[in-house]
C-alpha cells in the first residue's frame, strides 16, 4: 500500500486527482464503503470537500464546508487526531447525521500532516461496525502524512508559476509605462513646436509637428 501511494502521488497531477485516487487505493484496501477527502482553511477554521466516493449529492451538499469543531469530521479536525465513531451509539458530538442517513454506521476519522501541520482530513464511511487496530491506524496516518506532503508540494509548484506569471506582467507594465513617458514627453515637445508655428502662421512647420503628433499618439496607442 505505501508503495502504491508513493508511486502514483510522486506523479504529476492536481490536488483533486491525487485526492481520489489516494481515496480509492484506501477504499479498495481496507474494503470501505465509502471515503471522502477534506482539506482545512486555516484562516476561516473551516474543513472543504475535495473529493467523495460513494456518497449522495445531498450529502456533498450539506457537508461541503464545515466549521472546525462541527460534527464528527469538524470535531476531529479540532482535535488533530484520528477518530472513530459507530452513528448507531450515543456520542457527545453534536451531529449532522449526514452519514446516518447514507446508510452508514461506522464513520473513522484520519488527518492529513506535513511537517506536523494539520492540512486536512479523510474519511473511511462503513456500511457495519468496524474496528481499526493500532496497526492499521498508524499505518492510514502514515499515508495521510505522504498526501500532506504531496498537496504541500503542488501548491508550492501552482504558488511559484502565479509567482513567475506576477513577474512577467510586472515587467510589462514597466516595459509599457518607459514607452508611454517617452512617448508623451515627445508628444508634449512636438504640441510646443506646434503653438508656436501657429502662433508665427507658419503653416508648413504647424502641419510638420501635426503630423509628429498623430504619428507618437498612433505609436502609444499601439503600444497599449
Known amino acids: 500500500l505505501l ?7 510522486n506523479e504529476p497531477a492536481s490536488v483533486e486527482e491525487m485526492c481520489r485516487r489516494f481515496l480509492r487505493c484506501l477504499m479498495r484496501q481496507f474494503d470501505a464503503q465509502g471515503g471522502a477527502v477534506r482539506l482545512v482553511d486555516a484562516p476561516s477554521q473551516t474543513i472543504h470537500l475535495v473529493v467523495t466516493e460513494g456518497l449522495s ?3 456533498l451538499k450539506e457537508e461541503s464546508c464545515l466549521s472546525m469543531g462541527e460534527c464528527v469530521c469538524g470535531g476531529a479536525a479540532k482535535d488533530e487526531k484520528p477518530a472513530f465513531f459507530d452513528l448507531s451509539r450515543p456520542t457527545d458530538r453534536p451531529l449532522l447525521y449526514n452519514c446516518a442517513r447514507e446508510g452508514y454506521r ?3 476519522v484520519f488527518t492529513i500532516r506535513v511537517k506536523k501541520r494539520l492540512i ?9 461496525e468496524r474496528i481499526f487496530t493500532p496497526q ?3 499505518l492510514l496516518e502514515t499515508v495521510g502524512q505522504h498526501l500532506g506532503a504531496a498537496i504541500e508540494n503542488q501548491q508550492l509548484v501552482s504558488r511559484e508559476k502565479e509567482m513567475a506569471v506576477f513577474e512577467e506582467r510586472n515587467l510589462l507594465a514597466q516595459e ?10 515627445f ?5 510646443q513646436l506646434l503653438e508656436g508655428s501657429l502662433k508665427r502662421s507658419n503653416i508648413p512647420e504647424a502641419l510638420e509637428s501635426a503630423a509628429n503628433i498623430r504619428e507618437g499618439v498612433q505609436e502609444g496607442y499601439d503600444d497599449v
Open 136 to 138: 492499521e491506524t498508524l
Open 57 to 59: 449529492e445531498i450529502f
Open 176 to 185: 509599457l509605462h518607459d514607452s508611454i513617458a517617452q512617448g508623451l514627453a
Open 106 to 108: 461506522t464513520v473513522s
Open 187 to 191: 508628444l508634449n515637445i512636438q504640441a
Open 3 to 9: 508503495y502504491e501511494i508513493t508511486a502514483f502521488l
Open 120 to 128: 486536512g482530513i479523510f474519511n473511511l464511511y462503513y456500511l457495519g
